[in-house]
């Protein structure tokens, strides 16, 4: 066992990162003794997803002016109180203020990586990087100074990123072969429709960051099939099974973890790859990393609350 202290790199986008995800994470992270470093596109600060932090605009009259304030839905679907305290925290962060850029990215600096998500427009650019994808290549390939993979964790989309980062030598996924979770189809589907039928009318795809084309199946370009089809088989993608006592509202999205209550929450880890699917699961998903940055952590596959 080792108490060295850790640096953690988090990429983001510029903008529209998903404030609980980054900011909780940053959060658990730091109040275990653990640095995080940033970098961005063109090492300025980022912004996050206003719609997802103020709940604002996720409704039918989000766009009348003076109703706009008024969120229902919004309170639903938008980030909780801690999480927006938290961001307002993490901006006054030194190493926040100060991200690298993209292409100034030495992943040998940084002991572990951790990819948050977010689903608006913005993040695509962080979800198509180049840069980023041969940084989380470095991640998976070259080994710390003892010779172990360095630890690698993402939640939500950050998933979709590790899926599209390609191993040059071997052409494949560096999640092909290991086990993972992400957003599942059956959670961005439900948001999906609460706000194209009922909330954001005037931007019906505000929460599919990719939609389907008129030949593609349903959900062809959601996160879960996307990384389902970078995996060596489609059950190393690794959802809540039937069956745990809190299995309905574990699946269901409604209920989210905090700092002392994982009961909602689904992480699986994979020897030193951590994933896990939404902003509901973070607090244990960010507890989780700490843990394996403190401790060794065996080859071994384990999911966390399996059973509820």
């Given at each position: 066992?080792?108490?060295?202290?850790?640096?953690?790199?988090?990429?983001?986008?510029?903008?529209?990162?998903?404030?609980?995800?980054?900011?909780?994470?940053?959060?658990?992270?730091?109040?275990?003794?653990?640095?995080?470093?940033?970098?961005?596109?063109?090492?300025?600060?980022?912004?996050?997803?206003?719609?997802?932090?103020?709940?604002?605009?996720?409704?039918?009259?989000?766009?009348?002016?003076?109703?706009?304030?008024?969120?229902?839905?919004?309170?639903?679907?938008?980030?909780?109180?801690?999480?927006?305290?938290?961001?307002?925290?993490?901006?006054?962060?030194?190493?926040?203020?100060?991200?690298?850029?993209?292409?100034?990215?030495?992943?040998?600096?940084?002991?572990?990586?951790?990819?948050?998500?977010?689903?608006?427009?913005?993040?695509?650019?962080?979800?198509?990087?180049?840069?980023?994808?041969?940084?989380?290549?470095?991640?998976?390939?070259?080994?710390?100074?003892?010779?172990?993979?360095?630890?690698?964790?993402?939640?939500?989309?950050?998933?979709?990123?590790?899926?599209?980062?390609?191993?040059?030598?071997?052409?494949?996924?560096?999640?092909?072969?290991?086990?993972?979770?992400?957003?599942?189809?059956?959670?961005?589907?439900?948001?999906?429709?609460?706000?194209?039928?009922?909330?954001?009318?005037?931007?019906?795809?505000?929460?599919?960051?990719?939609?389907?084309?008129?030949?593609?199946?349903?959900?062809?370009?959601?996160?879960?099939?996307?990384?389902?089809?970078?995996?060596?088989?489609?059950?190393?993608?690794?959802?809540?099974?039937?069956?745990?006592?809190?299995?309905w509202l574990q699946r269901s999205g409604l209920l989210r973890d905090r700092a002392n209550d994982d009961r909602f929450a689904w992480v699986v880890q994979d020897g030193r790859y951590l994933s896990a699917r939404w902003p509901g699961d973070v607090y244990t998903f960010a507890s989780r990393f700490a843990d394996m940055l403190s401790t060794e952590v065996s080859d071994g596959f384990e999911v966390q609350n399996q059973t509820g």
């Amino acid at each position: 066992m080792t108490n060295a202290p850790k640096t953690v790199l988090m990429p983001l986008p510029a903008h529209d990162c998903d404030p609980t995800e980054v900011a909780i994470s940053w959060k658990v992270l730091r109040q275990r003794g653990i640095d995080v470093c940033f970098a961005t596109p063109e090492g300025r600060p980022a912004t996050t997803d206003p719609v997802m932090f103020s709940g604002q605009g996720l409704d039918p009259w989000g766009r009348v002016p003076g109703l706009r304030r008024l969120p229902l839905l919004g309170l639903l679907l938008r980030a909780r109180q801690d999480a927006r305290q938290a961001w307002r925290q993490m901006e006054q962060d030194a190493c926040f203020k100060h991200p690298v850029a993209y292409k100034a990215i030495q992943s040998a600096d940084y002991q572990a990586l951790l990819l948050p998500g977010g689903h608006a427009p913005g993040m695509r650019v962080y979800q198509e990087s180049t840069l980023l994808q041969q940084c989380v290549v470095d991640f998976f390939k070259k080994p710390n100074a003892q010779g172990q993979q360095r630890p690698v964790a993402a939640i939500c989309h950050g998933v979709l990123l590790a899926a599209r980062s390609i191993d040059p030598d071997t052409q494949r996924s560096v999640l092909y072969g290991r086990k993972t979770t992400a957003l599942t189809w059956g959670m961005e589907r439900s948001a999906w429709d609460l706000t194209r039928y009922y909330g954001r009318l005037w931007d019906r795809n505000y929460y599919r960051t990719y939609v389907e084309g008129p030949t593609d199946p349903a959900g062809y370009w959601s996160v879960e099939a996307e990384v389902r089809r970078s995996l060596q088989r489609n059950e190393d993608f690794i959802d809540v099974p039937a069956g745990g006592i809190h299995h309905w509202l574990q699946r269901s999205g409604l209920l989210r973890d905090r700092a002392n209550d994982d009961r909602f929450a689904w992480v699986v880890q994979d020897g030193r790859y951590l994933s896990a699917r939404w902003p509901g699961d973070v607090y244990t998903f960010a507890s989780r990393f700490a843990d394996m940055l403190s401790t060794e952590v065996s080859d071994g596959f384990e999911v966390q609350n399996q059973t509820g």
